[in-house]
């Protein structure tokens, strides 16, 4: 089935070690997104690329950067992470970023939850 | 910049009722609004979108509608089961702003 596939599921990591998520999409939709998540709280776009595209949200901070090295996949890539880094991470997907007829339906992957140690 | 709120933040329903969940958002000039079902410690489920042009979608026991003019939008979910327990959350997909949602418990 086509979906949204996060690896892994579940990352520990140590204070300041760098860890890279993973995102892969078989939907072949030219928007791909990084979201984050803390509890109890509204997933928070960290950025999204179109296409090769590249987009940053003004408030993300340095410690994060993603690569998308083709349609199928993108990684995000903490630097350093903090304790305040401990988060579920959301990748997902929309066939499209600007206005189109069908609208913006954003199919999401089950997330990674990090932990740093 | 678009602020999306939900309200309540936590509802506890016996199963059985009908209940509303609510969604407001203060630009109205969106494209469309999108509902998510999320379970515990996992990702989101798409549940209903509604473009700009309509009022309403519905998907077996749910029906979201839209007012663009007032900024609101409500998740109606008929006859409510155990099984809908979860955090209930709206979104403007356009711009990527979501709210925190309504944390539903469904109890027997």
């Known amino acids: 089935d086509a979906m949204v596939i996060q690896n892994p599921r579940y990352q520990v990591t140590q204070f300041g070690k760098p860890v890279t998520l993973s995102c892969s999409q078989t939907?072949?939709?030219?928007?791909m997104y990084w979201y984050q998540q803390k509890s109890s709280q509204a997933p928070k776009l960290l950025f999204h690329?179109?296409?090769?595209?590249?987009?940053n949200e003004a408030d993300t901070p340095d410690n994060f950067q993603s690569r998308r090295p083709n349609t199928s996949f993108c990684f995000l890539d903490i630097r350093s992470p903090g304790l305040g880094d401990a988060a579920m991470y959301l990748c997902?997907?929309?066939?499209?970023?600007?206005?189109?007829?069908?609208?913006?339906?954003?199919?999401f992957g089950p997330g990674t939850r990090l932990l740093v140690l | 910049k678009q602020e999306v709120t939900q309200i309540p933040a936590a509802l506890s329903v016996p199963e059985g009722e009908n209940l509303v969940l609510n969604c407001s958002f203060t630009?109205?000039?969106?494209?469309?609004l999108q509902w998510f079902r999320q379970d515990p410690g996992k990702g989101l489920t798409s549940l209903l979108l509604?473009?700009?042009?309509?009022r309403e979608q519905t998907s077996g026991r749910l029906n979201a509608s839209l007012d663009k003019s007032s900024g609101r939008s409500t998740l109606y979910i008929a006859a409510s089961q155990p099984g809908d327990s979860a955090t209930y959350l709206c979104?403007?997909?356009?711009?990527?702003?979501f709210g925190a949602g309504t944390r539903l418990a469904v109890h027997p």
């Open positions: 997902a997907t929309s066939r499209i970023g600007g206005v189109q007829i069908l609208g913006e339906t954003q199919y």
């Open positions: 939907l072949n939709h030219n928007v």
């Open positions: 690329y179109y296409d090769k595209d590249f987009n």
């Open positions: 630009d109205s000039a969106i494209y469309n």
């Open positions: 509604i473009q700009s042009s309509q």
């Open positions: 979104a403007v997909p356009k711009e990527a702003i």
